[in-house]
């Protein structure tokens, strides 16, 4: 068993973080510049880390996958970032931003965690505008905010709907600074394939050049993982088609544990899938949600007219019906699994009947073409541009895609993993969203975790290791590593299977997404489980990697990454099977609220709410590699202990 | 390193000096323009005209060599450039090219080094007066032209020179392409240099391109107004009499 | 619908390359282009051929990773969008589609539709920043910037990096790139105190890395995914000379403190 330390300070929640800082080491200037950190990945999170850790004297060296460090897929949030600034006077403060997410995350994250994000956030749009970050302003020059997925305040900035690329832009210019400095250096096209442990501590990692193929090893003092999510087990998801587990997956394997891998957000707004060919689902920001109106017809039979011969009366604006106080702002999982409901029960509109409409008829008479063209032109541009439509015409067809991966690496309070010296930050760690992230709070997270929290905490790991002591790359350790990594590449591409890496991972995503989607069944999971197993299996004996393994080779990039996908998922299946609960994104059938609830007779809650089992599973799952893909992980409990919230159902009514 | 220095090393400062140099050759153009167009008038115009400029030699070496000058840092800094630019972009696509260029743009260095060519025939079929090239049949020397002003001041007869210069075919052929070319040149070189200057926002973009379609049409109208004409017979009685009369005063013309 | 490719090959960046032709399977107009060429690698994959390697990422736009000359214009038929937002619908049956990697010295071909687009990279660590550490920043709104400034440096700074400013110049230049960088920093009260010496450094950086010089032809604002106007480098341009006229900062030699 693995031994789990939240390392959780004492004292009130909202004094935690400052006490932290005061009461952690610091470590001596003259002496950080003996200090090497490798940071993997270069999005918000891992970019500003980096840039951070450079500026305060560690030798920093950042690697991606990509050809450039500004490439990764914070790039495509849309929407915005939040921040308890209160700049518009009505009534947000730390503490409410606190409150939301911790209720938005249905009460499976961490306190100390959640709080200590929301007071950094303010410093986090400091930042961002010192830089030179092109907030949306307001007349007289001063930053414009507006209300976003779920929340009833107006604290999210924004950059258009480019606000991730505008955030991302921001963090890479901080890199860019660095690299320029000499503080940083970059390696680009340049894939982490394992983490290197020696004496139980993360000293260094295998990489694996994409142009060259060339595999070289890197040891230091400290090893930071900034890789993101892992949506894309799913294979269809607004997930950038490279976005992958690897770098998270080998630190499992090397004693990492995976906190609530089967934690997966469905994104309510998204294009429908067109045909079997379609590679990506295309978000469409939940902006949207605030003048656009959702409905389904009343009926079955209306589902194939078109929605202009539907009547007014006729057609079922579900949300405003089912949830009057939040109507078609709810919550990322509750406007999800609504839209499943509608399409199970047949109401589903379009080709496939996986769909629904965002309509913005209303919005058009109320406030005229001009100002939706002005808030939402670029959307609606590219909804044209996938389908063919013009939305200021006819509505939307939307549907909910995998968007986001609240679980992730179990990282304590330091943000540090149970490997020491192992960092992980932004989405690639579990711990701030608990089973539902909010709209606009994934930005908020990477930037913390990289410009506020890891360069303060990480000195909590290095003031006890000796400077200028890491390992040198002769040793066993890395040997071994670098052999294991070898060994795949050599077994991959000398194969001679039959299939494509691209086959699998369409065959894996379409079993995650019917037996561990938006709803899941214990027997389904049992069965999608058994199925994983297979693939794992097939994929061993069939895959089929053409080409060499020296230089560019964009299938035996995809064969690793698939590899990874697979035993993932499988240990999502797992961990969702495990969670007899339903909370936030993780929707168990056998756990939702019917008629026969007090609290649906009360009208907290509707009949089909997710349905929490605080006494039994109020605890973060943290998953331990058995040594082999094929043996039972092991199970680590932390339990959520709330010293501030009281945890209680969930209500958006 | 000094400005100068800095100015050449840089692609863009290289671009200043194509936009100065191609303004103050534009300047010339339009003076050159105006001094022509005077061939309208009463011989006399032009004939003082001529003299008043060959009577100040200080004047005109001076401007001459400042325009030998400009002509030399405008075609130096575009070799310069369009070599950096040619290796800069060493393969073609084979799937079409120039998508969304203007095509006047495409058209500068050979626009210009035409033009250039024309300039060299131009001087020495005007300026050095070099009477091999100048194609008149049966030969004549321009330097053998002469006539007298009003106040009886023995000049050159510049008006019969240029009516016999134009008069040949092929000159005025050469002459009207090279001035297509100029007009293709200056149409794009007006808007760009206010561009390369960084004279241009989206309020004076439109109107900066609107002003080059404009004077860039109105030089080749001025300019090819005087071959055209003497094509079709302006002139044409006088160089006759000339003829007639190698000697006539402007008494006897009257 | 069907259509037949022509496509670059090349094994690596010292390799000679060649078009090659294929035949497309059966595609629906519905398809993106890239999901259309993921399909062609299936079936070469099937038949013991290599797939065809090409840049892509997020498929939305954004990233810019795609990097496809489609019948001689960088990012295919359609304005304002990026190669992996081109749908098939946009051609026809039987069309024959040339398929051409960016083509520019300054970025080496790595394989076949891939190259190397590092020196975007470069540029940038010149000087493409506003030089703030981490927690030096004063509260954002005690730095106003006018709503019309904000909105200008957003559009220079919606640039995605592809490219394809580069690749359809026929000077190869890189100053729609490099004047969009300049000006969104430029046009913010907070990127004054660097502003020439940031358009020094990164023009400087550009001629070095051996783009082209800017013709005005247009043809980087046709093909720009987020339709990035010139008048950008116009406004570069001008900072430029002004920085060329200032000359170098004088040298300060610096005492200890205490």
């Known amino acids: 068993m693995a031994t789990l330390n939240s390392q959780i300070p004492t004292g009130p929640l909202s004094e935690k973080w400052e006490k932290h800082k005061f009461s952690s080491k610091l470590i001596n200037p003259a002496n950080k510049r003996k200090y090497k950190v490798i940071v993997v990945g270069a999005g918000l999170a891992g970019a500003s880390a980096s840039a951070t850790l450079a500026e305060l004297g560690y030798e920093v060296h950042n690697f991606v996958f990509h050809d450039s460090p500004r490439r990764a897929h914070s790039v495509a949030a849309q929407g915005g970032i939040n921040a308890a600034k209160n700049y518009q006077n009505d009534g947000d403060s730390v503490h409410r931003l606190f409150y939301d997410t911790i209720k938005g995350g249905d009460y499976r994250a961490r306190e100390a965690n959640v709080h200590r994000l929301a007071e950094v956030s303010v410093n986090i749009i400091d930042q961002c505008a010192a830089q030179g970050v092109p907030f949306a302003r307001e007349y007289g020059g001063l930053l414009d905010n507006r209300s976003f997925g779920g929340a009833q305040v107006s604290r999210t900035f924004y950059a258009r709907g480019q606000t991730g690329q505008q955030l991302l832009l921001g963090a890479y210019s901080a890199l860019n600074k660095m690299i320029g400095a000499g503080g940083i250096k970059s390696y680009t096209h340049s894939e982490m394939l394992d983490l290197v442990v020696v004496d139980g501590h993360a000293k260094g990692i295998i990489v694996r050049n994409l142009q060259t193929g060339e595999i070289t090893r890197h040891s230091a003092d400290a090893v930071v993982l900034a890789t993101g999510g892992y949506g894309n087990v799913y294979n269809l998801s607004t997930y950038a088609r490279g976005s992958n587990v690897t770098a998270s997956w080998r630190a499992y394997k090397r004693g990492a544990c995976f906190g609530n891998p089967c934690y997966t957000q469905i994104h309510p707004t998204c294009i429908p899938v067109s045909g079997d060919y379609q590679s990506k689902l295309t978000l469409m920001s939940e902006s949207l949600r605030n003048d656009g109106r959702i409905w389904v017809p009343k009926r079955k039979e209306d589902c194939k007219k078109s929605p202009a011969d539907i009547a007014e009366g006729d057609r079922d604006y579900y949300l405003e019906r089912m949830y009057s106080a939040f109507g078609n702002l709810a919550p990322r999982d509750v406007a999800s699994r609504a839209a499943k409901y509608v399409c199970d029960e047949g109401r589903g509109i379009g080709d496939t009947g996986l769909g629904v409409y965002l309509d913005f008829a209303d919005s058009i008479k109320r406030l005229g073409e001009g100002k939706v063209r002005e808030r939402y032109g670029n959307l609606f541009a590219m909804y044209h541009e996938i389908t063919n439509e013009d939305a200021y015409k006819t509505p939307m067809r939307i549907y909910p895609a995998v968007h986001y991966t609240m679980g992730g690496l179990w990282v304590d309070y330091n943000l540090m993993s149970n490997i020491p010296g192992l960092f992980v930050l932004g989405e690639a760690n579990f711990s701030d969203h608990g089973a539902n992230r909010l709209g606009a709070s994934a930005l908020m997270q990477g930037l913390s975790d ?174 331990e590699y058995a040594g082999a893909p094929d043996k039972a992980p092991i199970l680590n409990k932390e339990p959520l202990i709330y010293e501030e919230v009281k945890m209680s159902t969930r209500s958006y009514k | 390193m000094n400005l100068l220095q800095r100015v050449w090393r840089s692609s863009l400062g290289k671009k200043y000096l194509m936009a100065l140099t191609g303004l103050a050759l534009f300047g010339f153009v339009v003076g050159h323009l105006v001094g022509n167009l005077q061939v309208f008038g009463n011989p006399e115009l032009i004939n003082s005209y001529a003299h008043f400029l060959k009577s100040k030699p200080g004047l005109l070496w001076g401007a001459r060599l400042g325009l030998l000058a400009t002509v030399a840092v405008h075609v130096g800094a575009a070799l310069a450039l369009s070599a950096a630019n040619k290796a800069a972009r060493p393969v073609a696509y084979s799937g079409g090219s120039a998508y969304g260029s203007s095509w006047r743009s495409r058209y500068m260095l050979v626009s210009g080094l035409v033009i250039m060519a024309f300039v060299v025939y131009h001087l020495l079929h005007y300026t050095v007066q070099l009477s091999p090239v100048n194609g008149v049949k049966g030969g004549l020397d321009f330097h053998s032209l002469t006539t007298r002003l009003a106040d009886g001041t023995q000049v050159q007869d510049v008006y019969a020179m240029m009516i016999h210069g134009f008069q040949v075919g092929w000159v005025s052929l050469f002459y009207l392409i090279a001035q297509a070319l100029l007009f293709i040149h200056l149409g794009h070189g007006l808007s760009s240099m206010f561009h390369s200057l960084g004279l241009r926002n989206h309020v004076w973009g439109p109107r900066i391109v609107a002003f080059a379609q404009v004077a860039s049409l109105a030089v080749f109208l001025g300019y090819a107004s005087i071959p055209v004409a003497v094509l079709t017979g302006m002139g044409g009685d006088y160089v006759k009499n000339l003829k007639k009369a190698p000697t006539t005063t402007i008494e006897t013309l009257r | 619908m069907k259509v037949s490719l022509k496509v670059w090959r090349q094994k690596n960046a010292n390799a000679a390359g060649e078009f090659k032709t294929y035949a497309s399977p059966e595609l629906n107009p519905n398809m993106s282009f890239l999901e259309m060429l993921d399909v062609v690698n299936e079936e070469l994959s099937n038949q013991g051929e290599e797939p065809i390697a090409f840049g892509h990422d997020c498929r939305e736009g954004i990233c810019g990773t795609c990097s496809l000359v ?102 190869a230049s890189a100053m729609l790139f490099v004047s969009a960088k300049v000006s969104h920093l430029g046009l913010m009260p907070q990127g004054q105190p660097e502003r020439y010496k940031r358009v020094k450094a990164m023009v400087d950086q550009m001629d070095t890395e051996g783009f082209g010089a800017c013709t005005v032809t247009g043809s980087c604002e046709a093909v720009c995914p987020k339709e990035i106007s010139l008048d950008f480098i116009a406004r570069m341009n001008r900072d430029y000379a002004v920085a060329l006229i200032q000359g170098d900062p004088k040298q300060v030699v610096g005492g200890g403190a205490g």
């Open chain 3, 70 to 171: 489609i019948d001689g214009k960088p990012h295919g038929p359609h304005k304002g969008v990026a190669t992996c937002q081109t749908y098939m619908r946009s051609f026809s049956n039987g069309d024959r589609i040339v398929i051409e990697p960016w083509r520019a010295k300054a970025f080496p071909i790595i394989k076949d539709l891939v190259c190397d687009r590092k020196a975007f990279d470069r540029i940038q660590q010149a000087g493409g920043f506003i030089s703030v550490r981490t927690g030096s920043a004063p509260d954002a709104n005690s730095i106003p910037v006018s709503k019309e400034n904000a909105d200008l440096a957003m559009d220079a700074a919606q640039c995605i990096g592809c490219g394809a400013c580069v690749a359809a110049c026929k000077n």
């Open chain 1, 450 to 623: 990289g410009y506020f929290v890891l360069p303060s905490t990480i000195t909590t790991y290095l003031a006890n290791v000796k400077a200028g002591g890491r390992p040198a790359t002769d040793r066993g350790e890395f040997q071994q590593a670098e052999e294991e990594v070898r060994n795949f590449t050599r077994r991959v591409t000398t194969n001679n299977g039959k299939r494509s890496p691209d086959s699998f991972h369409k065959q894996l995503g379409k079993i995650m997404w019917d037996y561990c989607g938006m709803a899941r069944t214990e027997t389904g999971l049992q069965k999608a489980i058994q199925l994983i197993g297979d693939l794992r299996e097939e994929f061993r004996a069939t895959v089929n990697v053409l080409g060499e393994p020296n230089g560019l080779n964009q299938s035996l990039e995809k064969a690793g990454r698939v590899a990874d996908f697979i035993e993932l998922g499988e240990l999502m299946c797992r961990d969702a099977l495990m969670r007899e609960e339903s909370c936030g994104g993780h929707f168990r059938e056998e756990y939702q609220y019917t008629s026969n609830d007090p609290e649906v007779q009360q009208g907290v809650v509707n009949t089909g709410d997710v349905k929490r089992r605080d006494d039994q599973f109020a605890f973060v799952a943290a998953w």
